[in-house]
Each structure stands twice: as C-alpha cells, then as structure tokens.
C-alpha cells in the first residue's frame, strides 16, 4: 500500500480474506440447515468488504479538488442498513409465536460487519469477530436450550379442533396427572376450527407425567398435533 492507495494484491488479500471468513460462518449456518447458507455468507462479506474499499479507496482521483470533500463512512454505513432488508428475508413467521430466521439474519448483520472490518484493512478484529461469533452459534445454542429450558420450564404446542374436543377436557387431562401449569396461551382460528395452546409446565412437573398427559391427548379425538419440549 502506497500513501491512501491499495495495490491490487492488497486488494485481493482483503477479498479474499472476506470470503474465507464469511464462509467459516455460512459453513455452521449450512450444516444447520438455516435459510441463509454457505454461499449467502461469503457474498455478504465480500460485497461488504468491497463497499468498505470503494468507500475509503475508490475516490483518489479527485481528492486535491476544490470544495471537495470525502466522508469514507459515508458509503460503508449503508452497509448496516442495507444487509436489513437482506436479513429480513431470512425470518419466516411459521405460526403464531413461531417463528425462524431471526438467528440467520443476526449472522448476516454480523458478517457484514466482519467484511467491512476486513475491507478497512482490520484483520485481528476481523478474525476475533468471526471466532467469537463461531462460539456463540455453535457453542452457546446447546447450553442456551439445556440451561433456559430448566428455567422457564417444560412446555407443549397443542393444535385441536375445537368443534371436537373442549379447552376443559385438555385441562382435565393436567389435573387428572397433577400438572402444575405457569403460563397458558390459546390462539383460536375461527376459519378451519384449528386452535393452538401453548402451555408452560412448572419446573417440578415430573416427565414422566408430562408423557403419560401426552399420550392421553394424543388418543383423544380433535388432537391433530403435539409439539413438546421436555
């Protein structure tokens, strides 16, 4: 690099080293199935990482010019902004109080900024960010689901119909296996008579009975679905 000019091989290094570490992100994002994969990640970073260059780098020619003058963040800073529109096509609202992407969408916000770091020639930060955010989405996930999920409790989706089976008789099944309840949401559909309940057991409901109260629902004519995580 020579004065505020890159040469190209600099130019290539950081392109490259973009596309390295977007793919170390797009790799745990593909092997987990997410809706954004590999390819995705890498080109977020590259494509950021080249905003970062042209907006530091590409104006030279005319730096020197009266009543000229450059803002290099200027151009990079609608990276931050724009990869939402990208990010917010990676969330899908599957049901009510479902929903994926959102994950997906932080790691490309997340990528782009590491692209833009490696752009502005900040290779350790760049490195550090990719590794700390490998952590927290191949690492942290399984302690998130073992430790939150003992806190809040043990919970179940249950899809009827409600022109077959009453509320009451679901509730019968919880007191008949001495199921304490903390929380309960019903979202009802009056157009095909397909209720959801969500219902979140106390932390001392034993599995055992969660189970037996499962098995029962699921014998009970108007069931059309069970989700739980126990």
Known sequence: ???????????????????????????????????????THMLVCVGSSLIMIVSAFGFQDILGHPSVVLDPSRIAAQVISGIGFLGAGTILFLRPQIIRGLTTAAGLWSVAGVGLAVGGGLYLAAVFATGIMFIILAIIKPFERRFFRSIKGRSMTLFFNSKLIALAQIESVFVKNELVTNEMWIHSNSGDNLDQLKVIFDIKSPISKIVVAIDELKAMNGVNEIISQI
């Open 1 to 39: 690099m020579s004065g505020y000019m890159l040469s190209n091989q600099e130019i290539a290094v950081r392109l490259v080293v973009a596309a390295v570490l977007g793919g170390f992100i797009g790799w745990d994002r593909e092997r987990k199935e997410g809706v954004a994969g590999l390819r």
